[in-house]
């Protein structure tokens, strides 16, 4: 496939609903099992929860790659190798209210997100960027 994983992440305070954003993150990566929270308090008591989720089978990496729409793929490749640092690894967020009404939009650090990571496979000698550009179809 030319990825080693998709990783997402999300964080949720006391006061967000917690079921709804794992409901979304479970629809995001189509697998139930592969979602995980961790349930920690932030230094000053109140209840932080981590949100992760990470698929390396094919067939739920290619399951969230067919999920992008041309507009988001269009917004990905504008800025690609901004995107994408030494460590062969593609940046971008997901908007969290999208998420929850089951519609994917890569946005910026200013709304509400869902933090994704695309590790791409490549050796020496190959362009990552080229690599990924073709997987998405860019």
């Not at 650090?109 to 550009?133: A, F, H, M, R, W």
Request: aromatic share 4%; with cysteine; net charge negative.
């Amino acid at each position: 496939m030319g990825i080693h994983h998709i990783s997402y992440r999300a964080t949720a305070s006391g006061v967000d609903n917690v079921s709804t954003i794992v409901d979304a993150i479970t629809w995001l990566c189509g697998n139930e099992e592969l979602v995980n929270i961790d349930r920690t308090t932030s230094y000053y008591g109140s209840e932080i929860n981590l949100i992760m989720a990470k698929a390396t089978k094919n067939k739920d990496i290619k399951r969230m790659i067919e999920t992008l729409t041309q507009n988001d793929l269009s917004k990905l490749s504008g800025d690609i190798q901004q995107r994408i640092d030494e460590n062969n690894t593609l940046h971008f967020r997901l908007c969290l209210n999208s998420l929850t009404a089951e519609q994917i939009r890569v946005v910026g650090p200013e709304l509400k997100s869902v933090k994704c990571n695309i590790k791409i496979e490549s050796y020496p000698g190959q362009d990552s960027v080229e690599n990924i550009t073709k997987i998405l179809g860019l």
